[in-house]
C-alpha cells in the first residue's frame, strides 16, 4: 500500500463485469456499458447459457451489439458458465451437454473460445470423468483455454479433482457485506448454538488461499439470496451508515466502499458485478483501489449484522 492508502495492483484487474441482465438493453446501450468497463480498464466479462431467460440470449445480445474485432478480443477475457437446465428440473455435467453448451455459446458470442468456463451449480449426479471427457476435447479443440466452478463446496472440487487434470483455478461464489457466510463461519468456529458458526461450504475460504483458487463474488451487493441490495434493505440501515461515514472519509461512494470491503480480503478475490451501468463499474474499480484498514472491515462486518466474539 502506498502513502494514499491505494494498492499496487491495478485495481481493475480485481473487477468483472456480469452480463445476466444486458438482454433487457438495446444494443446501443451494450456497447456503452461494455465501453463505459472498458475505460474504467474492466478486461473480465462473465456469462452464462442461461442469461437472458432462453438459451444464450445474452450471450448473443452481447455479440451481436459488440462484434468484437479480433485485436479488441484478444484483449478482454469472456468466461461463461453451464450446467443449469432451463428445459427442465435440475442439473447436467454430462459431457454432450457440456460440450453442447459451450458450442452454443461460442456460436452466440462471435468467437471461437472462451478464455474459461465454469461449472455453475453442482450436479449431485456428476460422474468426474464425463466432465473430464468434455473439457479434454474443448482444451483440445482449442475452445476453451481454461476451467473452473462457481458455487462448489470443497467436498465437490475434491470430487471433480479426482477425474478432471486441468487447473480449476475459479470458484465463482456469493459474497458480499449482505452476504458474507464465507468470511464469517471461520470468525464463528467453535461457538456452540451460534447459526453464524454453521459450515455450509467445507472451509471454502481457507481451501481457496491454499489451493491458490480465485474466488469470485457474484451479486456483490446483494442482501442475503436476492431480497434486495445492502443499499435500500430496510434491515441494512446501520450497514448503510457505516459505508457512508467511509465514503466520506475516502471521498468515496458507498458502492466503493462496499467493493473495498471484499478486495481488502486477502484471498484477493475478484468482484463480478451484476449492474448494467457504466458508472457503477467505475465506482467499483475505484473502490478495489481502496485498502480498508483491519478496523474499518471489521466495523463493516458487525455492521452488516455478524458476531465477533
Known amino acids: 500500500m502506498n502513502a494514499t492508502g491505494m494498492t499496487q495492483e491495478s485495481p481493475a484487474a480485481r473487477i468483472g463485469l456480469g452480463l445476466m441482465r444486458i438482454d433487457a438493453l438495446e444494443d446501443a ?8 468497463a472498458r475505460q474504467a480498464g474492466v478486461t473480465l466479462f462473465d456469462h452464462a447459457d442461461i442469461y437472458g431467460g432462453s438459451w444464450h440470449e445474452c450471450e448473443r445480445r452481447f455479440g451481436e ?15 461463461s458458465k453451464c450446467g443449469i437446465r432451463i ?3 435440475g ?5 454432450a451437454h457440456i460440450v453442447r453448451q459451450v458450442e452454443g455459446s461460442l456460436r452466440a458470442l462471435g468467437t471461437d473460445h472462451l478464455d474459461r468456463l465454469l461449472l455453475h451449480r453442482p450436479d449431485t449426479l456428476v460422474e468426474p470423468e464425463e466432465v473430464a471427457r468434455a473439457f479434454d476435447e474443448l482444451e483440445a479443440a482449442g475452445k476453451v483455454r481454461a476451467f473452473g466452478v462457481s458455487n462448489h463446496t470443497v467436498g465437490q472440487i475434491r470430487l471433480l479433482r479426482t477425474a478432471v487434470r486441468q487447473p480449476l483455478d475459479v470458484d465463482q461464489v456469493q459474497f458480499g457485506l449482505g ?15 451460534t447459526p ?10 481457507d481451501f481457496a488461499r491454499i489451493e491458490g483458487i480465485t474466488l469470485q463474488a457474484w451479486s456483490p451487493f446483494q442482501y442475503g439470496f436476492f431480497e434486495g441490495t445492502i443499499f435500500d434493505h430496510p434491515e441494512a440501515a446501520g450497514l448503510r451508515a457505516a459505508l457512508d461515514r467511509l465514503a466520506t472519509h475516502y471521498g468515496t461512494t458507498p458502492t466503493a466502499i462496499a467493493t473495498a470491503w471484499i478486495t481488502r480480503h486477502p484471498a484477493r478475490m475478484q468482484v463480478v458485478l451484476g449492474t448494467t ?3 457503477r463499474v467505475a465506482e467499483s474499480v475505484a473502490g478495489a483501489g481502496i485498502s480498508l484498514s483491519r478496523a474499518e472491515w471489521y466495523e463493516l462486518f458487525a455492521a452488516a449484522g455478524y458476531e465477533i466474539p
Open 179 to 193: 452476504h458474507a457466510a464465507l468470511a464469517a463461519q471461520g470468525i464463528a468456529a467453535n461457538m456452540a448454538g
Open 277 to 279: 451501468r457504466a458508472d
Open 29 to 36: 446501450a451494450i456497447r456503452e456499458l461494455y465501453s463505459g
Open 87 to 89: 428445459d427442465q428440473p
Open 65 to 79: 451489439a459488440l462484434r468484437l474485432s479480433p485485436s479488441e478480443r484478444a484483449e478482454v477475457t469472456i468466461q
Open 196 to 205: 453464524q458458526s454453521t459450515d455450509r461450504d467445507g472451509g471454502l475460504l
Open 91 to 95: 442439473f447436467d455435467f454430462s459431457a
